[in-house]
Each structure stands twice: as C-alpha cells, then as structure tokens.
C-alpha cells in the first residue's frame, strides 16, 4: 500500500525503470563473462558504463523534465545492480562459503549509492535528449 503511494506521488514511470533495469542486468551480466580458462573479466564494461547507458534508455523512455530523467535512471540502475548483487551473492554463499559471501553483501549494499550516480547522470541526458527532439515549425512560404 505505501509503495502504491510513493509511485503516486512520484509519478514513478514503471516502464522506463523496467527498460532500464534490462539494459543495466544485461551490461551488468556482459561486463561479468569471464575468458574461458583464465580469470580475466571483460574491461570494457564497468559499473559507469552500465548505469550511465540504462539510465539513458530510462531517461529517454521517461521524458519529462531532466530531474526526473535523473530519478528514473538513478532507480533502473540501483534495481538492475541490485538484482545482481543478490545473484552473485547468492553463488557466493554456494561456493565460497558464508562469510565471503556477507562481506561481498555487505560492501555490495554501500556500493549501490555509488551505483546510483551514473544512472542520473545517464537518465538527465536521456531526458534532455529527448526534450530537445522538437518537432520545428515550418517558414511561411515567401
């Protein structure tokens, strides 16, 4: 019942958080693939890649002004880490063990503030993006 109301009051528009939250788990699970037989991970992708391009899907399919831009995206890339955080958490706890996985958990929660930082800056830039597609008036013929 709270929750209802919060997206009430916040206008929260569910859509673009869920095309955000998919853009952000599949960068996340991309950024993630290891080369087989060595422990390298895939450089490229990192944390700031992800949140900044989900949260221009979310800011994008969003519109509004840019500070909404910036909660939507903000909130698609915390939900998309923090799904992800669980399932690595998850497997940790399966092959680590229970204590490596608390600690992964633990560090892992302080680091979705961080997380949530490209994601606004991503979905402000969506949103303006979109807000800047005008349609242009045509001139009067001469």
């Given at each position: 019942m709270?929750?209802?109301?919060?997206?009430?009051?916040?206008?929260?528009?569910?859509?673009?958080?869920?095309?955000?939250?998919?853009?952000?788990?599949?960068?996340?699970?991309?950024?993630?693939?290891?080369?087989?037989?060595?422990?390298m991970t895939v450089p490229v992708m990192g944390w700031g890649l992800a949140g900044i391009v989900a949260g221009l899907v979310a800011g994008y399919v969003a519109g509004g002004t840019v500070g909404n831009g910036a909660v939507h995206g903000g909130l698609a890339t915390v939900i998309g880490a923090l799904v992800l955080l669980v399932a690595v958490a998850f497997v940790e706890t399966l092959f680590g063990g229970l204590v490596p996985a608390f600690g992964l958990l633990t560090v892992g929660v302080t680091l979705l503030v961080i997380y949530a930082i490209p994601g606004a800056i991503g979905g402000a830039i969506g949103s303006w993006s979109k807000n800047r597609r005008a349609t242009r008036q045509a001139r009067p013929a001469a």
């Amino acid at each position: 019942m709270i929750f209802r109301d919060v997206l009430l009051v916040m206008a929260i528009d569910m859509k673009a958080v869920v095309y955000g939250f998919i853009v952000s788990l599949l960068i996340g699970l991309i950024g993630g693939a290891v080369v087989p037989g060595t422990g390298m991970t895939v450089p490229v992708m990192g944390w700031g890649l992800a949140g900044i391009v989900a949260g221009l899907v979310a800011g994008y399919v969003a519109g509004g002004t840019v500070g909404n831009g910036a909660v939507h995206g903000g909130l698609a890339t915390v939900i998309g880490a923090l799904v992800l955080l669980v399932a690595v958490a998850f497997v940790e706890t399966l092959f680590g063990g229970l204590v490596p996985a608390f600690g992964l958990l633990t560090v892992g929660v302080t680091l979705l503030v961080i997380y949530a930082i490209p994601g606004a800056i991503g979905g402000a830039i969506g949103s303006w993006s979109k807000n800047r597609r005008a349609t242009r008036q045509a001139r009067p013929a001469a």
